[in-house]
């Protein structure tokens, strides 16, 4: 029988709400966490069947605290851990805590806002939203500093081969690893930075979304720091999203990876430097307020988490 994935592959919508909830203390939750997978598996059915032009969809992870909370499957997957901060010489990739991720995409608001709701009245009881976040698509698959995001992204085969575990990790193909980090902005000094210093930064020209050859390009910018070669890329699916009058304007970062390993060599080259001290030059506008690594089963073991 063909392994069903979650929908980790699908591209960019118009629409995104992130949700991250915790469980509460001294409550039985394992009847509550059994619902919600039955109720992303009919949700994701009925987006199927309702909107299959627009890939509509919701995929659920599980962070590694609420795993080892709910006794579920044995052996851990492979590379899956509670995710340690990194820390640099002046930045830090934060460690935050996370029992269960949802991330819904759709070009109809509408959708979104219905699935995040059947997905509030399922844990309202046992658990606490602690992150809801709704993302927009800006423009050109833009972020809110100006530049194309997902440049980098894997096409085709190839993304299926970074974004969902193989035949590495045989009890748990068809899986992913899904990490997850709130950026705020501080979009006053990055428009106060010439554009000519903002592709310094990036490097990557902002209108024509060129990169940089290897001899003009700073070894601190992030594209240089953040990519870790064409042999280890994850999936990423970025939205911007914020309040404009009070300009708290940020990224929601969030990728799939069929190894966790290759998202820590890339936070480690950013946050630490390569060389050591040598950081992600964009970590001086962009600031991580959460960090938080979840595994996202396939349809098939939600099935079988669902009793």
Known sequence: MKIQSQNVLDGVNHNTVFMVWNFKENVEIKEAFKNVCKVVINLNHSANTRFPETKASVVMGIGFHAWNLLDLKKPLPKEFEEFQEIVGS?????????????????????????????????????ADCVEEIHGFKYWDGRSIIGFVDGTENPYGEDRAYFGIIGDEDLEYKGCSYLFVQKYMHDLHAWRNLPVYEQEKVIGRSKYEDIEMSDEVKPTNSHSALANVGDDAKIVRDNMPFGNISTNDMGTYFICYASKFSTVKKMLTRMFVGEPKGNYDRLLDFSFPKTGTLFFVPTFDILDEFSG
């Open 90 to 126: 002046k930045h830090t990739a934060v460690s935050t805590k996370g029992d269960l991720h949802f991330h819904i995409r759709g070009n109809y608001k509408s959708f979104c806002m219905d699935t995040a709701t059947a997905i509030t009245d399922a844990l309202r009881e046992v």
